[in-house]
């Protein structure tokens, strides 16, 4: 009996190997190299769909000159950044901007706390950061190694020039990693902690 079993698991064996002639004999092989991620310019730069669960940049920022309130999101790996320091590459930040609500006679209508108030989504800008993407950026607007999109509220693509972000961020420089807000933000994530 044991004969009879030990010859059918051999002739399983050797059918299975004689069926696939061409597979090659398994071999342990080093995993391969992740491809490099690609670089993006400016416009291919996505709205990802869970920013809202990211952690608060800056939430309502009031924008009395321009009639605007603006919610920064950062995605968690710029979160980890410590103040002095450039944000690393993986770095997402999304910023809707929204109307201010006015009053009948054009003036900003404000909250009980003093803030003005939401009056509608207008554009969603993403800034994102990524190793030798500043190469891509058109001379004399380079921001690091950042590039940018606009969308509309409804999540298509906004046919605003991201030239204008650049320009923008431009003269905040290196010492601020091009971020509007930089030390606001710290400043700010300071004071929670303690």
């Given at each position: 009996?044991i004969?009879?079993?030990?010859?059918?698991v051999?002739a399983?064996?050797?059918?299975?190997?004689?069926?696939?002639?061409?597979?090659p004999?398994a071999?342990?092989a080093?995993?391969a190299?992740?491809p490099?991620?690609p670089?993006?310019?400016?416009?291919?730069v996505v709205?990802p769909s869970d920013?809202?669960?990211?952690?608060?940049?800056?939430?309502?920022?009031?924008?009395?000159?321009n009639?605007?309130i603006?919610?920064?999101y950062?995605?968690?790996?710029?979160?980890?950044t410590?103040?002095?320091?450039?944000?690393?590459n993986?770095t997402i930040s999304?910023?809707?901007?929204?109307k201010?609500?006015?009053?009948?006679?054009?003036?900003?209508?404000?909250?009980a706390?003093g803030s003005l108030t939401?009056?509608?989504?207008?554009?969603?800008?993403?800034?994102q950061?990524?190793?030798?993407?500043?190469e891509?950026?058109p001379?004399?607007?380079?921001?690091?190694?950042?590039s940018?999109s606009?969308?509309?509220?409804?999540?298509?693509?906004?046919?605003?020039?991201t030239a204008?972000?650049?320009g923008?961020?431009?003269?905040?420089?290196?010492?601020?990693?091009f971020?509007?807000?930089?030390?606001?933000?710290f400043?700010?994530?300071a004071?929670?902690v303690h």
């Open positions: 009996m004969r009879f079993m030990i010859a059918s051999a399983i064996f050797l059918t299975a190997c004689a069926s696939s002639p061409s597979s004999p071999v342990s080093a995993p190299a992740a490099a991620a670089k993006l310019k400016d416009g291919e709205l920013y809202k669960s990211w952690p608060r940049f800056l939430p309502s920022v009031d924008r009395t000159d009639k605007q603006r919610d920064i950062i995605n968690p790996t710029g979160a980890k410590n103040a002095g320091d450039k944000f690393p993986g999304v910023m809707e901007i929204y201010a609500h006015q009053n009948p006679d054009g003036s900003l209508r404000k909250g706390d939401k009056d509608g989504l207008s554009k969603i800008f993403v800034m950061k990524g190793a030798g993407w500043g891509l950026a001379e004399g607007l380079k921001n690091g190694d950042w940018y606009a969308y509309m509220p409804n999540g298509t693509a906004s046919p605003e020039p204008a972000c650049r923008c961020h431009l003269p905040l420089g290196e010492s601020k990693d971020v509007h807000r930089y030390d606001e933000y400043e700010k994530r004071k929670a």
